[in-house]
């Protein structure tokens, strides 16, 4: 037996989990880069666009795939045999019945944004509601166990095999169709994966009493997670109705490539921080020392690259993309900001369904998703920088009360939480005064050769000047390095 202490094991697994989660967010995204720089090259902005007008629903493929049972899964204490059967054929269920609606409702959609190409593309994706439900149950139980090494692996193998098939479709002309098959084989993979890392086989039982004592629970999550999403994708939605496919594939490659991928820089900590804050629900305090320390490290890495990004975007698009993809400029650099607040909020939720304070996430999810499509319909009159500035105006609004109902339902005083990010402010702001200083010194310059030297200066302005002016995040760091000497000890004493 480990001889570590209770809390050491749980900062283990959690030590682990991130290291897991790391290595695959670093590969994920940089393949979702180069794969979406791979398919902006093969495909038009109008294939490009035609493809997000059916990708509006694909968060939903993830929502309804557990309809949150699975988060009640990862939050209760006690879990029996009968639980976890009933989660599997509830999901099964729903998830053949989404499949046939979203199948049927094809021809709306496609009425909806006048483009008849929609129709075959919506009927192919109609089937992830199916395939993902297959796995969902499987997916919740190992979060659980917090076995993020299986979870992962499923991750990168998946994308990998996805991004295969999509840029071999693109070659041979599929057009839209690529990014269709690609989403869809991502889903096929993850399923037979995920089947295949979980022991755990359903059972041939279900129990009401079960599925009601988690439904409470389960619904507000549920209808959490449904706003999210409406509030995240009601801006395409909106562009491709009224300002068509060639503005949405703009926003759509601004709003991917740029705003995303940073605000999963923090997902995937808080898919590790999730079932971790659960196993200490009934401990505020530690709680917010985790939450403080964690953001601490995420706006470490999102705060200088979203600042440099807004700096850089002419000469990445450019250099990178080519001119086809000037329009999506000015909207990167006003998503970058969108994407700075929404990556620093990215443990909120998993601190209040710990702490079971799901009405305020449901609050705080009406508040976002109302102003965000006030902002959205008053843009549109300026076309996609509109639409661009208005989600910059209304998260500007809401994000800090997101902060400060999370800091409250822990105890923790919101000036504690802003103090938390100053050093990392103040050494991204010696790292744009670099950029700049760069840029201006090379203005007839050519863009690849500004963009590489700017990287190059930013990250040696900012590395030094974040050591200087954040020393809780150096002690942070070599803590977290300590902790993982003492795993890999304690693993080699006793492997078991």
């Given at each position: 037996?480990?001889?570590?202490?209770p809390?050491?094991?749980?900062?283990?697994?959690?030590?682990?989990?991130?290291?897991?989660?790391?290595?695959?967010?670093?590969?994920?995204?940089?393949?979702?880069?180069?794969?979406?720089?791979?398919?902006?090259?093969?495909?038009s902005?109008?294939?490009?666009?035609?493809?997000?007008?059916?990708?509006?629903?694909?968060?939903?493929?993830?929502?309804?795939?557990?309809?949150?049972?699975?988060?009640?899964?990862?939050?209760?204490?006690?879990?029996?045999?009968?639980?976890?059967?009933?989660?599997?054929?509830?999901?099964?269920?729903?998830?053949?019945?989404?499949?046939?609606?979203?199948?049927?409702?094809?021809?709306?959609?496609?009425?909806?944004?006048?483009?008849?190409?929609?129709?075959?593309?919506?009927?192919?994706?109609?089937?992830?509601?199916?395939?993902?439900?297959?796995?969902s149950?499987?997916?919740?139980?190992?979060?659980?166990?917090?076995?993020?090494?299986?979870?992962?692996?499923r991750?990168?193998?998946?994308?990998?095999?996805?991004?295969?098939?999509?840029?071999?479709?693109?070659?041979?002309?599929?057009?839209?169709?690529?990014?269709?098959?690609?989403?869809?084989?991502?889903?096929?993979?993850?399923?037979?994966?995920?089947?295949?890392?979980?022991?755990?086989?359903?059972?041939?039982?279900?129990?009401?009493?079960?599925l009601?004592?988690?439904?409470?629970?389960?619904?507000?999550?549920?209808?959490?997670?449904?706003?999210?999403?409406?509030?995240?994708?009601?801006?395409?939605?909106?562009?491709?109705?009224?300002?068509?496919?060639?503005?949405?594939?703009?926003?759509?490659?601004?709003?991917?490539?740029?705003?995303?991928?940073?605000?999963?820089?923090?997902?995937?900590?808080?898919?590790?921080?999730?079932?971790?804050?659960?196993?200490?629900?009934?401990?505020?305090?530690?709680?917010?020392?985790?939450?403080?320390?964690?953001?601490?490290?995420?706006?470490?890495?999102?705060?200088?690259?979203?600042?440099?990004?807004?700096?850089?975007?002419?000469?990445?698009?450019?250099?990178?993309?080519?001119?086809?993809?000037?329009?999506?400029?000015?909207?990167?650099?006003?998503?970058?900001?969108?994407?700075?607040l929404?990556?620093?909020?990215?443990?909120?939720?998993?601190?209040?369904?710990?702490?079971?304070?799901?009405?305020?996430?449901?609050?705080?999810?009406?508040?976002?998703?109302?102003?965000?499509?006030?902002?959205?319909?008053?843009?549109?009159?300026?076309?996609?920088?509109?639409?661009?500035?208005?989600?910059?105006?209304?998260?500007?609004?809401?994000?800090?009360?997101?902060?400060?109902?999370?800091?409250?339902?822990?105890?923790?005083?919101?000036?504690?939480?802003i103090?938390?990010?100053?050093?990392?402010?103040?050494?991204?702001?010696?790292?744009?005064?670099?950029?700049?200083?760069?840029?201006?010194?090379?203005?007839a310059?050519?863009?690849a050769?500004?963009?590489?030297?700017c990287?190059?200066?930013?990250?040696?302005?900012?590395?030094?000047?974040?050591a200087?002016r954040?020393?809780a995040?150096?002690?942070?760091?070599?803590?977290l390095?300590?902790?993982?000497?003492?795993?890999?000890?304690?693993?080699?004493?006793?492997?078991?």
């Amino acid at each position: 037996m480990s001889d570590l202490a209770p809390s050491d094991d749980l900062a283990g697994r959690v030590l682990g989990g991130v290291a897991w989660k790391g290595v695959s967010a670093v590969v994920l995204q940089l393949s979702r880069l180069a794969t979406a720089l791979i398919l902006a090259r093969l495909l038009s902005p109008h294939d490009y666009g035609v493809a997000g007008m059916v990708l509006v629903v694909s968060g939903l493929v993830l929502i309804f795939s557990d309809l949150a049972f699975g988060a009640a899964l990862v939050q209760r204490k006690v879990l029996t045999e009968t639980d976890r059967s009933t989660v599997f054929w509830t999901n099964a269920f729903f998830g053949l019945v989404f499949t046939c609606g979203a199948f049927f409702a094809s021809g709306p959609v496609a009425q909806f944004y006048g483009q008849p190409a929609v129709k075959p593309l919506f009927q192919a994706f109609s089937v992830a509601f199916l395939v993902t439900s297959l796995s969902s149950t499987q997916s919740a139980l190992l979060s659980r166990e917090m076995n993020f090494r299986s979870l992962e692996l499923r991750q990168m193998i998946s994308y990998a095999a996805g991004a295969v098939v999509g840029i071999v479709a693109a070659m041979r002309g599929a057009g839209a169709w690529a990014i269709i098959l690609q989403q869809l084989s991502i889903a096929f993979v993850s399923t037979a994966l995920l089947t295949a890392f979980s022991s755990w086989r359903p059972k041939l039982s279900f129990s009401l009493e079960s599925l009601r004592s988690m439904g409470a629970f389960s619904g507000r999550v549920f209808a959490t997670r449904i706003l999210f999403y409406f509030n995240r994708n009601v801006d395409n939605l909106l562009v491709g109705r009224f300002l068509g496919s060639a503005a949405l594939g703009a926003y759509s490659l601004a709003y991917n490539v740029m705003l995303m991928p940073f605000s999963r820089i923090s997902s995937p900590v808080q898919d590790v921080m999730f079932p971790a804050f659960s196993r200490v629900q009934d401990d505020p305090g530690r709680i917010g020392a985790g939450w403080l320390r964690v953001n601490r490290l995420v706006a470490a890495i999102t705060v200088p690259s979203l600042v440099g990004l807004v700096l850089v975007a002419p000469d990445f698009i450019r250099a990178v993309l080519g001119e086809k993809w000037s329009a999506a400029i000015p909207v990167v650099r006003i998503l970058c900001w969108v994407g700075l607040l929404q990556s620093l909020q990215g443990l909120n939720s998993s601190i209040l369904e710990a702490r079971d304070r799901t009405q305020d996430l449901v609050r705080y999810a009406v508040i976002v998703a109302v102003a965000s499509v006030i902002a959205f319909v008053i843009g549109l009159e300026w076309g996609i920088v509109g639409v661009a500035a208005g989600y910059a105006v209304s998260s500007t609004v809401v994000e800090p009360y997101y902060t400060w109902v999370t800091a409250r339902s822990i105890g923790l005083p919101l000036r504690d939480v802003i103090a938390n990010f100053r050093g990392v402010f103040e050494a991204s702001v010696a790292m744009a005064a670099a950029v700049i200083g760069v840029q201006l010194l090379l203005v007839a310059g050519a863009p690849a050769e500004r963009l590489t030297l700017c990287i190059v200066a930013g990250a040696a302005v900012y590395l030094p000047a974040c050591a200087w002016r954040d020393r809780a995040l150096v002690e942070d760091l070599r803590s977290l390095g300590a902790l993982r000497s003492k795993r890999v000890l304690a693993s080699q004493v006793d492997p078991a």
